[in-house]
């Protein structure tokens, strides 16, 4: 992911008038990204974590959402998790143009070419917003971080699972997974 324009404050309006060029785009603070195509890695850990969390999400009576799914956080924050889950009782609404307010739980599948994105600016952009939990999933190290909000509005981990270690969940009591089946 490549900063391409920070000349003004970007927003949602100024995202829906550029040109479609087949590329995705988000929005960090005003300042506009074009996001890569996801490589075949990051589309298995994709289907795999929806896979280990779509029962869970639905025993909760939620909602979950893959990329290219706009979230909105505020006017000049527009991105697109790889998956967000919606639960019951939270501050999100969803409308035709995507999800406004903080989804419950995001996960984001780390790139290789960006990986600073997912690890500094988006838990900065998430925990801001509210989004209670955080998974950060890393195909290159067989690893899957759960960031978890606390009362001060700050990230502290709840778990790092490799290799059989489990993952869990603290909004999702009952998932607990190896992290290896992420991966395979």
Known sequence: MAIIRT???WSYE?????????K????????LYDLPAPNWAHRTVLANLIELLLPHVHAAHGVWRPAATALFLTHNVVVEPDLLI????????????????PPDLIVEILSPSYPDRDRIRKPALYAGAGV????????YAG??????????????TH???SDDARVSSTLLPDVSFEASAAYS
């Open 7 to 9: 000349d003004r404050n």
């Open 14 to 22: 100024d995202l829906v008038d550029l040109p479609d060029d087949g």
């Open 24 to 31: 995705r785009y988000e929005i960090h603070n005003g300042e």
């Open 86 to 101: 919606l639960l019951p009782g939270g501050r999100w609404s969803v409308g035709d143009r995507g999800v406004d307010g």
């Open 132 to 139: 209670r939990e955080y998974w950060i999933a890393d195909p």
């Open 143 to 156: 690893s899957i971080e759960v960031l978890a909000l606390d009362e001060r509005g700050e990230y502290q």
């Open 159 to 161: 778990r790092i699972a």
